[in-house]
């Protein structure tokens, strides 16, 4: 697959169309992190606000993985990440025409729904890439794309800077910022007329019940209402944030009524739950051992995703202001510093991915990079302005390359678990990346950023040991070819023991 990697012909077009839809995804996602110190000073915004909304860009992102991931699986990646593409000119306009502290926790909330492009592309490349081949293809996919991170913070202060006449002199991040959405939309326009979501010849594999995920065990069950209670709890908890002094953007009883709506919708994903496996679970109906899978080893995912992606969410959307503040840095020049954590994408997230099918065990693969991630984080919190920048860096890399490269050894198994549904499991996985950075960033938000490297290795140490006594490796890891799961059902690359 390497030797053939940069062409541009079947599966290989396919999937560098697809990365790059994700890489202009996460330029509009991170466009507000580069000029987050700049914005605040030009409306006036107090450090508690500029925190706030870092938290406020990942919130919807939540909810959106998982409705992204339904719509996906019924209607296609090529349909789904096209219209996708087109929406990001919204929340990009609205962040560029904010005037004030609201109106920005506005369009960062809808520009989290942006952020939920990711889902798709793992579908995508699922369907052209045999199983063997999962770990580069989706590590490549979900590395190259994250790479529009540090084309964010790299490339969008030097378009603010040029273009600084167009705006009295000063930095014009208004412009840069909508410039990110008007050409996303324009790739979605080229995206949907240029792919397709299968090869020739192959049926794209629908799930048989939509509203929820379909589970094959009552004890799975049990499992996937706690994992979404997770999801509502974050939501809650930024809430919660956004009603706290110096923020103002709720009342105390706005902030009840959203719990109680919260409230409303996990009771609703419930009854959806209960719907879509009702037979199941009043006894009508068992699945046989080639068509199961288990839920909890779904969670371990979403648990290995919270540590490496949610870190990473954390990291790159605070990391511009710590290195500006730490060593007194212009907002430029610190921008540029902290995009060396995105850069790394480029290559450890496919690294992961590649390690994952080459080392023969997904699982140890797993584990060792996670302890890789807390111990580097560790070594993060140590980090002060009497410390040679050229050293931060460096430590601050060694920390990106483990969380990037734990994000594709997660999807190198992802999408083994049960193709049919692999948008909604890639979406659960991938909301609770967002979880952890919503987690994390509101820890930073009422701390600083010692603590905030301490809980996310400390984290991640804990995942590493989950990870070796719980994980189980997916039976069909290194099949030569995907079809062979429609010729033989036996061979159903999944987690075939049950709870």
């Not at 992102?61 to 990646?77: E, S, V």
């Not at 502290?101 to 592309?121: A, D, E, K």
């Not at 850069?343 to 996670?370: A, C, E, H, Q, Y």
């Not at 499991?425 to 905030?452: E, H, K, M």
Request: proline share 4%; net charge positive; aromatic share 14%.
């Amino acid at each position: 697959m390497l030797r053939q990697l940069f062409s541009i012909r079947d599966r290989y077009r396919i999937l560098h169309q697809t990365w790059f839809a994700f890489f202009l995804t996460f330029v509009c996602w991170f466009n507000f992190a580069p000029f987050a110190t700049t914005i605040g000073k030009e409306l006036h915004l107090l450090p508690e606000q500029i925190k706030t909304l870092g938290i406020c860009n990942l919130a919807l992102t939540i909810p959106a993985r998982l409705i992204i991931g339904m719509l996906l699986d019924k209607f296609g990646p090529r349909k789904t990440y096209s219209i996708l593409l087109m929406f990001a000119a919204v929340p990009c306009l609205a962040t560029a025409f904010s005037q004030d502290f609201n109106q920005l926790v506005i369009s960062r909330l809808l520009m989290g729904i942006v952020g939920s492009g990711f889902v798709v592309g793992i579908r995508m490349v699922a369907e052209w890439f045999s199983p063997k081949e999962m770990g580069i293809a989706q590590g490549i996919y979900g590395g190259w794309g994250n790479f529009g991170a540090f084309g964010a913070e790299f490339a969008l202060p030097m378009i603010a800077v040029a273009t600084g006449f167009l705006a009295g002199g000063t930095s014009n991040w208004r412009l840069a910022i909508a410039l990110t959405g008007i050409i996303a939309a324009i790739y979605g326009v080229i995206y949907y007329n240029s792919v397709q979501d299968t090869p020739p010849g192959k049926t794209y594999k629908r799930p048989k019940k939509n509203g929820a995920l379909e589970v094959t065990s009552i004890k799975s069950f049990w499992a996937m209402l706690i994992s979404n209670f997770g999801l509502i709890f974050a939501l809650g908890l930024l809430a919660w944030r956004l009603a706290q002094k110096n923020i103002h953007f709720f009342t105390i009883s706005q902030m009840y009524l959203v719990w109680f709506l919260l409230a409303g919708l996990f009771v609703y994903q419930t009854y959806k739950a209960y719907q879509v496996n009702k037979e199941l679970l009043i006894g009508k109906r068992t699945y046989p051992a080639s068509q199961r899978y288990q839920f909890g080893q779904v969670a371990l995912l979403e648990l290995t995703y919270v540590t490496n992606f949610g870190s990473e969410l954390a990291v790159v959307s605070m990391l511009p202001a710590f290195f500006e503040k730490t060593f007194a840095l212009e907002h430029v020049v610190a921008g540029m510093i902290a995009a060396t954590y995105p850069f790394l994408n480029l290559v450890s997230r496919p690294s992961g991915g590649l390690i994952s099918d080459k080392f023969g065990s997904r699982k140890w693969t797993m584990t060792i990079i996670s302890a890789g991630i807390g111990v580097s984080y560790l070594t993060a919190h140590f980090i002060n302005g009497n410390w040679p920048i050229p050293f931060a860096i460096a430590v601050t890399m060694f920390a990106a390359y483990f969380a990037q490269a734990g994000c594709g050894a997660t999807y190198s198994i992802v999408p083994l678990i049960k193709k049919e549904v692999t948008g909604q499991i890639a979406g659960n996985v991938g909301a609770y990346g967002n979880f952890g950075g919503v987690v994390y960033l509101t820890i930073f938000s009422l701390t600083d950023a010692p603590t905030l490297f301490t809980t996310m290795g400390i984290a991640a140490l804990i995942c590493a040991f989950m990870c070796g006594f719980f994980l189980k490796e997916p039976q069909g890891s290194f099949a030569g070819t995907s079809e062979s799961e429609l010729a033989n059902p036996s061979q159903n690359p999944a987690f075939l023991a049950e709870d």
